[in-house]
């Protein structure tokens, strides 16, 4: 961690350095292209600190801002890197400049060409007046947006804690036995009276006059089956099978065979052979009874 952090401090200081040398480079032909479009002594030794300052101002916008506010950071950079590289230029093609022996406010031959040069290097210190405070705006008014924790790093968290919680629990938690309920069916009320004499005569029932069956014509039974409209009478439905207890407890022995003590419960008993909480008791005790074990 040391040798990492030695090797990116020694890397700042190796471009500072070579940033601040090409800095006396440029200075030099910024300083006389000031001069010769008028400025003065002071001002023309301050002129490099316009343009090569800005646009180190706006390197250090484009590493702090983002979107919009950086796509302008780069164009400001960009803007001023050519304008910079152009005044180079011209300070190398005219050796007149060094000494200061050319007219005043003449950088070129050609008027146009004249025009144009004398334009950019007055232009730039107002354009780094303009810049240079709104960069320095957007900066002091940046907000960083937060940085949200990636989605693997946040399974992997809850994996953890669901695998800690598990871990904590001193028993497993058995699964949830689903009981089958067996619904029965309802039995039929018989009512049983008593033969009484009666008191009073009954009167004789007359048999009402049946009218004969007229022949309609009834529609074609449909192939699809009808939906139940209501609950079917306990009458229409087949009664079950009832089993003795010997039969069950044939059952249970088939169905038991290869258990061991420890599953012979009355529940297991239940839902094997299917039947109530009681006999399914009974059919354990007599089961354990044949195995020697104590009833439970």
């Known amino acids: ?89 011209v300070h190398g093609l005219a050796p007149e400049l060094h000494g200061r022996s050319v007219d005043w406010g003449r950088l070129a031959d050609w008027d146009p060409a004249n025009w144009a040069l004398v334009l950019l290097a007055t232009s730039l210190p107002v354009g780094s007046i303009y810049f240079g405070s709104d960069l320095v705006a957007k900066v002091l008014h940046h907000r960083p947006a937060p940085i949200e924790p990636s989605t693997v790093n946040a399974e992997e968290s809850t994996q953890s804690m669901r695998n800690r919680s598990s871990s904590d629990l001193p028993v497993s938690t058995p ?38 069956i007229e022949q309609r014509t009834v529609a074609a039974e449909s192939s699809r089956s009808r939906r139940a409209t209501g609950r079917v009478p306990d009458v229409a439905r087949t009664p079950r099978p009832k089993r003795t207890q010997d039969q069950l407890l044939a059952e249970a022995r088939e169905a038991t065979a290869d258990w061991p003590d420890g599953r012979l419960t009355a529940e297991g008993i239940r839902r094997e052979v299917r039947t109530s909480p009681a006999r399914a008791r009974t059919l354990r005790d007599t089961l354990r009874s044949e195995r020697g074990l104590q009833a439970a």
Do not use: C, Q
């Not at 350095?17 to 010769?36: C, E, H, K, P, T």
């Not at 008191?199 to 004969?212: E, F, G, L, Q, Y």
């Open 1 to 89: 961690m040391n040798l990492h952090r030695k090797g990116r401090t020694a890397l700042v200081l190796a471009l500072v350095v070579v940033v601040a040398m090409a800095f006396r480079v440029s200075w030099n032909a910024l300083r006389d292209i000031a001069g010769a479009v008028g400025a003065d002594h002071t001002a023309a030794t301050l002129y490099p600190f316009v343009v090569d300052g800005l646009m180190a101002l706006a390197l250090i916008a484009t590493l702090v801002l983002a979107g919009k506010d950086r796509t302008f950071a780069l164009r400001v950079l960009g803007t001023y890197t050519i304008a910079s590289l152009v005044l180079n230029y």
């Open 175 to 212: 699964e949830p036995v689903s009981s089958n309920p067996i619904v029965l069916p309802r039995p039929v009320a018989v009512g049983f009276l008593k033969s009484t004499s009666s008191v009073k005569p009954v009167p004789s029932i007359v048999s009402a006059p049946v009218k004969p």
